[in-house]
């Protein structure tokens, strides 16, 4: 069964413009996770979707956003870029996040984006 | 305000030996906990997890501890070998908040 997949796995923009971020989750999963990654940050949790659904959010600005296709795919979008937002994005799709013994999430390989 | 703390950015501990990562965290609601290893340019892949009703969990070389009334969890590794040399990170969650906190991780470094 293939892994999550992340698209692009590199990215360079600079200030003031947007960007979009593919994630692909394993077959069957129906819950994505988005998570930034920045040194001494940790993971910082974004968003998680189900069923098309945003089911909770982190503390990040309006800037940072996301949606989930009717197959799982998810994308998320951060508009007006500044230099902060360098970092590692991760996905991480579970079967039913939130499901009664279903905890387990698979990771991306994420995508690695620098605001110039 | 950082949940779920790792106070140990790094660890060196010779192959063999027992390898221990601490986590502690504040909210008391957290109910699930999870351990996750992360390699240079890889996602993060789970390792171990335990329920709040539990206080152990094995699994092979790997055993989590939960002491809930400290608010603290651990990780076991023994024996430690080279290729367990990565970052930790430990996560919590409060079911149905479908939201997972993680701790800033510790970098592993087992020595030959």
């Known amino acids: 069964k293939a892994g999550v997949t992340q698209t692009p796995r590199y990215l360079i923009k600079t200030r003031g413009q947007q960007v979009t971020l593919s994630c692909s989750p394993i077959?069957?999963?129906?819950?994505v996770s988005w998570y930034q990654q920045t040194p001494g940050q940790g993971l910082q949790f974004l968003f998680e979707?189900?069923?098309?659904?945003?089911?909770n959010k982190g503390n990040f600005p309006g800037r940072f956003s996301g949606r989930q296709f009717s197959n799982s795919r998810s994308e998320m979008n951060v508009s007006t870029l500044e230099l902060g937002d360098s970092a590692l994005y991760l996905c991480a799709s579970s079967l039913a996040l939130g499901t009664s013994g279903v905890n387990e999430q698979f990771f991306g390989p994420g995508t690695r984006l620098t605001v110039l | 305000d950082q949940q779920v703390k790792q106070n140990s950015p790094s660890l060196s501990v010779q192959e063999g030996r027992i390898s221990i990562l601490n986590c502690d965290y504040t909210n008391s609601m957290f109910d699930y906990f999870l351990w996750y290893k992360k390699y240079p340019a890889e996602g993060p892949t789970f390792l171990i997890s335990?329920?709040?009703?539990?206080d152990k969990n094995e699994d092979g070389r790997f055993t989590v501890f939960l002491n809930k009334s400290a608010k603290h969890l651990s990780l076991h590794i023994v024996p430690s070998q080279p290729g367990d040399s990565a970052v930790y990170f430990c996560?919590?969650?409060?079911?149905?908040?479908?939201?997972?906190?993680f701790g800033t991780g510790t970098r592993l470094k087992v020595l030959a």
């Open positions: 979707y189900f069923s098309e659904t945003q089911r």
């Open positions: 335990i329920s709040s009703i539990k």
């Open positions: 077959s069957g999963h129906r819950s």
């Open positions: 996560a919590a969650t409060h079911s149905g908040t479908y939201k997972y906190i």
